[in-house]
């Protein structure tokens, strides 16, 4: 449905992706734990590496969790919702992760 | 946001101020007078004799629009259930602050939203409106329930660093209230949060939430609120518009984006603006600083200076003088 306006009516999205260059916003979702009370959204180069990400963008954040450790939590992975497995040398870009992509994980 | 004059008295002078507004006012305001802030209470009580005027209007233009065309039923049907979400999210800060915010409590949020909305606007006003062909709001079933609070409280203790006031862990006789007024909820999703977050601060720390929280496109709150019916599962949903994703909270953010996706397409969203770097630069410093925020309006309670202004103000040597000087000319 569409807006219903006496003229036109566009205006561009403030948060599309040109506006942030190389880099795209990304949001992370730990499902079924609710230590961290929202989802997380942050901005990563699309070209960045799996571990890249993992290790330099999220594990950060999740330090705050004391339960947290990144050797031993297993964690299986889902972008927009469809599994994905990454070895880790793959960009964000060829692992699906697109501009407000949601990244989620469970314990596996 | 809304499209028009009639639209916005809808929006204000109905779903806002004559559905939900007394959710604010009576338990605010007995709230501020329970614990002793009369400077609120008098804005309030002011404040209270102007919505009622609003709400008289309110009440009077939703009538006179249905009983002008059978043509509006359903055109103020949808407003209605646009704004009634919007106005139940926003109020989302007041059932954190009824529950959590108050040295003395007045009353649940849960038996506030009884009393206030399921009894009086469901209950009484709702069943004189169906004459006109009008129903209760969509999405009003997920209004309803033990969750709202504890969410949105636990999510302000730990973005607290810039929140713009200070927070704490409620303590034995608080989270022993908390149990009683929410019996299905508390002990089972939110003490064991609250313990854990206990231990680190017995351990010398504080959790805050080093980051930056997704936000919903429509209410832009984070993105804290759970799938109806499951306290454990954060609620996603999202909508592609013209090649592009946005992201919402709930079905009833979802229907209002999608009804209208022009308008919420241009949200400032502040994670997003920060995050292009509109906000003062890229550390959490620099964007308190660019919101004007100063060190301690923001963090823990205990040790700061709202803690310590609170012991002063409550010994009693303190208490206010019998009359203040008056002041010439008044």
Redesign the interface.
């Given at each position: 449905?569409?807006?219903?306006?006496i003229g036109e009516?566009?205006?561009?999205?403030?948060?599309?992706?040109e506006?942030?260059g190389d880099d795209q916003?990304v949001?992370v979702?730990w499902?079924?734990d609710?230590?961290?009370?929202?989802?997380?959204?942050?901005?990563a180069p699309k070209a960045m590496s799996w571990n890249d990400f993992l290790a330099n963008v999220v594990y950060?954040?999740w330090?705050?969790d004391?339960?947290f450790d990144a050797e031993t939590t297993k964690l299986s992975w889902a972008v927009d919702e469809t599994p994905i497995a990454p070895s880790g040398e793959e960009s964000l870009e060829s692992l699906g992760v697109?501009?407000?992509?949601?990244i989620s994980c469970q314990a596996a | 946001m809304s499209a028009g004059p009639f639209e916005f008295m809808i929006a204000i002078g109905f779903s806002f101020e004559y559905l939900l507004a007394n959710l604010l006012f009576v338990p605010f305001m007995s709230g501020a007078s329970f614990n002793g802030d009369l400077p609120t209470m008098t804005f309030g009580f002011s404040a209270q004799s102007d919505e009622s005027r609003h709400m008289t209007f309110g009440l009077e233009a939703i009538k006179f629009l249905l009983e002008q065309d059978p043509d509006n039923v359903p055109i103020v049907q949808e407003w209605i259930d646009k704004w009634f979400w919007r106005g139940y999210r926003l109020l989302a800060l007041v059932s954190q602050m009824l529950d959590y915010m108050l040295p003395r409590k007045v009353m649940s949020w849960k038996e506030s939203f009884e009393l206030y909305f399921e009894q009086q606007m469901l209950g009484g006003l709702f069943p004189d409106l169906e004459y006109y062909g009008i129903k209760p709001p969509r999405h009003v079933q997920h209004a309803i329930g033990e969750i709202l609070s504890h969410q949105v409280y636990w999510t302000l203790y730990q973005f607290s660093f810039a929140a713009a006031f200070n927070t704490t862990i409620p303590d034995a006789e608080h989270q022993q209230w908390l149990a009683e007024q929410y019996p299905e909820s508390f002990e089972t999703h939110y003490k064991p949060l609250w313990d854990k977050a206990r231990t680190l601060v017995d351990n010398g720390d504080r959790f805050f939430y080093l980051g930056l929280p997704q936000l919903c496109q429509v209410c832009q709150i984070p993105m804290l609120f759970t799938e109806p019916g499951d306290p454990t599962t954060l609620c996603q949903r999202h909508s592609i518009y013209e090649g592009e994703r946005y992201v919402m909270c709930s079905d009833g953010c979802k229907w209002i984006f999608d009804r209208e996706p022009e308008k919420y397409v241009q949200a400032w969203l502040p994670v997003h603006q920060i995050y292009q770097g509109n906000c003062g630069g890229p550390t959490v410093p620099d964007v308190l600083a660019w919101y004007q925020l100063e060190p301690g309006d923001s963090g823990e309670y205990v040790g700061s200076q709202e803690a310590q202004d609170w012991v002063t103000w409550h010994t009693p040597s303190h208490a206010p003088q019998a009359s203040p000087t008056p002041v010439a000319g008044n």
């Amino acid at each position: 449905m569409a807006v219903r306006a006496i003229g036109e009516y566009t205006f561009p999205s403030r948060s599309r992706q040109e506006l942030y260059g190389d880099d795209q916003l990304v949001h992370v979702w730990w499902k079924g734990d609710l230590w961290f009370a929202a989802t997380a959204c942050f901005r990563a180069p699309k070209a960045m590496s799996w571990n890249d990400f993992l290790a330099n963008v999220v594990y950060p954040l999740w330090s705050c969790d004391p339960d947290f450790d990144a050797e031993t939590t297993k964690l299986s992975w889902a972008v927009d919702e469809t599994p994905i497995a990454p070895s880790g040398e793959e960009s964000l870009e060829s692992l699906g992760v697109g501009h407000k992509s949601l990244i989620s994980c469970q314990a596996a | 946001m809304s499209a028009g004059p009639f639209e916005f008295m809808i929006a204000i002078g109905f779903s806002f101020e004559y559905l939900l507004a007394n959710l604010l006012f009576v338990p605010f305001m007995s709230g501020a007078s329970f614990n002793g802030d009369l400077p609120t209470m008098t804005f309030g009580f002011s404040a209270q004799s102007d919505e009622s005027r609003h709400m008289t209007f309110g009440l009077e233009a939703i009538k006179f629009l249905l009983e002008q065309d059978p043509d509006n039923v359903p055109i103020v049907q949808e407003w209605i259930d646009k704004w009634f979400w919007r106005g139940y999210r926003l109020l989302a800060l007041v059932s954190q602050m009824l529950d959590y915010m108050l040295p003395r409590k007045v009353m649940s949020w849960k038996e506030s939203f009884e009393l206030y909305f399921e009894q009086q606007m469901l209950g009484g006003l709702f069943p004189d409106l169906e004459y006109y062909g009008i129903k209760p709001p969509r999405h009003v079933q997920h209004a309803i329930g033990e969750i709202l609070s504890h969410q949105v409280y636990w999510t302000l203790y730990q973005f607290s660093f810039a929140a713009a006031f200070n927070t704490t862990i409620p303590d034995a006789e608080h989270q022993q209230w908390l149990a009683e007024q929410y019996p299905e909820s508390f002990e089972t999703h939110y003490k064991p949060l609250w313990d854990k977050a206990r231990t680190l601060v017995d351990n010398g720390d504080r959790f805050f939430y080093l980051g930056l929280p997704q936000l919903c496109q429509v209410c832009q709150i984070p993105m804290l609120f759970t799938e109806p019916g499951d306290p454990t599962t954060l609620c996603q949903r999202h909508s592609i518009y013209e090649g592009e994703r946005y992201v919402m909270c709930s079905d009833g953010c979802k229907w209002i984006f999608d009804r209208e996706p022009e308008k919420y397409v241009q949200a400032w969203l502040p994670v997003h603006q920060i995050y292009q770097g509109n906000c003062g630069g890229p550390t959490v410093p620099d964007v308190l600083a660019w919101y004007q925020l100063e060190p301690g309006d923001s963090g823990e309670y205990v040790g700061s200076q709202e803690a310590q202004d609170w012991v002063t103000w409550h010994t009693p040597s303190h208490a206010p003088q019998a009359s203040p000087t008056p002041v010439a000319g008044n």
